[in-house]
């Protein structure tokens, strides 16, 4: 299935920079404890370490880039949304380089994590990282896979040449790192800046409608949905950084330890928290929300005569927690993967949005219905290219070439790793 390779070296590469403890100023302190010389007392900064990897290694524009080649989002210069697209997924982009080589990153650091603790003794923090990084690699994959495809299934570290494995041996790792976290992971305890088994849950549904398995996809939104941990909350209590019940598992983000300054990048310098406003929402999302729909303020605004996302409030001024799953995204899935049968789901989110109900009589006409609140509900969140891709959309909706329906594997990673082969098309 994959290619199972020894660890090497590149372990004394990933060593993060230590601090014995976790602070309000270091919310993901990093660690420097070189592998071999890890004790139970070392093991707070290690996992704090792996949070700061997975959160900051990836890029800050890797949690828009769904919005940034879905239709969603356009430079703020304005032009053609197919040409802003093709720019974007070019091989020598920038962009698409630092996310390929940050999810990896990433995932060297996770296994770094895993190799550490194959070697401690048995307990239950030993067993709780594991856990927590069990649901870190599914996190990765799940990004590697719905871009790129068939990528490198690295289990182990290793400084080899690798290759490609094929998309479906990715997808069934996923869901074996995730089985790893349902177990291991720790409970939800009211903190959703922290890994739980109720997140590993709500992302096992997100990677099963991903591959359109509907019925266990549903039945894993439902699951969720049935916690009495959570709830739909108030709009702007998710995006105003106010405690809530229904983020299930965010990152901090905090301005001393973080690069992921999205905000920067939507509000203009006239906005009071001021910004560099690269990308700005396109003429399509200015249009996308019905009146009375509570989530329209708070995702967009304009400022001055320039449309802008107004999801992440800080600007300049700092930074803001990224919710990387939501009970909101539970409530599409059940409502999607079962059909016009899902209606109540979705009417019940539209309620919470101050929408009235609607009764679809079609199954086309509900898919559409469905797919339109996901649009609103998770602008700005990391979801419309791929929700395009796996609906078999992308193509009509975004005028793209087929071959757009995956990333171009990265000039520079294939000038360094001969093995690696590019898809079809670049």
């Known amino acids: 299935m994959y290619k199972k390779t020894t660890i090497t070296n590149v372990l004394a590469v990933l060593m993060l920079g230590f601090l014995s403890s976790c602070t309000d100023l270091d919310f993901y302190p990093h660690t420097s404890v070189a592998p071999e010389s890890v004790s139970e007392r070392d093991m707070d900064a290690l996992l704090n370490g792996m949070y700061n990897a997975v959160q900051n290694n990836q890029g800050r524009e890797s949690y828009i880039m769904f919005d940034l080649v879905g239709g969603n989002l356009i430079g703020a210069s304005g032009g053609s949304e197919l040409a802003f697209i093709r720019n974007i997924m070019r091989t020598d982009y920038d962009l698409v380089n630092k996310n390929w080589s940050g999810l990896y990153q990433a995932l060297y650091q996770v296994n770094n994590v895993l190799s550490i603790m194959a070697d401690q003794p048995a307990s239950e923090k030993r067993e709780r990282m594991e856990g927590v990084a069990h649901f870190f690699r599914a996190y990765i994959y799940y990004n590697l896979v719905t871009r790129w495809g068939d990528v490198p299934l690295i289990l182990e570290n290793t400084t080899e040449r690798v290759s490609r494995d094929p998309a479906a041996h990715v997808w069934q790792q996923i869901e074996a790192d995730l089985a790893v976290a349902l177990e291991k992971a720790p409970t939800y305890e009211g903190d959703y800046y922290y890994v739980s088994r109720q997140a590993a849950q709500a992302l096992l549904a997100r990677v099963l409608i991903g591959q359109n398995k509907m019925e266990a996809a549903a039945q894993a939104a439902e699951a969720v949905i049935a916690l009495p941990t959570f709830s739909l909350d108030r709009f702007d209590k998710i995006f105003r950084h106010q405690q809530n019940r229904e983020e299930i598992f965010s990152f901090k983000n905090l301005t001393e330890e973080s690069t992921i300054t999205l905000s920067r990048l939507f509000y203009t310098y006239a906005h009071d928290v001021s910004g560099s406003y690269v990308y700005k929402p396109t003429d399509a999302v200015m249009t996308l929300f019905d009146e009375g729909d509570n989530r329209k303020d708070i995702s967009i605004a304009t400022v001055s005569a320039l449309n802008v996302i107004n999801k992440y409030p800080s600007g300049q001024t700092g930074t803001d927690p990224f919710p990387v799953i ?101």
């Open 326 to 426: 939501r009970l909101a995204e539970m409530y599409l899935i059940a409502a999607e993967a079962k059909g016009l049968e899902g209606l109540p789901w979705l009417n019940q989110l539209r309620e919470a949005r101050n929408l009235p109900a609607i009764d679809p009589t079609t199954e086309t006409a509900y898919q559409d219905a469905v797919a339109l609140e996901r649009r609103r509900e998770l602008l700005a969140e990391g979801f419309r290219w791929y929700d395009l891709v796996r609906t078999g959309k992308a193509v009509e909706e975004l005028e793209i070439e087929p071959y757009r329906t995956l990333f171009p594997i990265p000039d520079y990673e294939r000038e360094v790793n001969s093995n690696l082969t590019q898809n079809d098309g670049y």
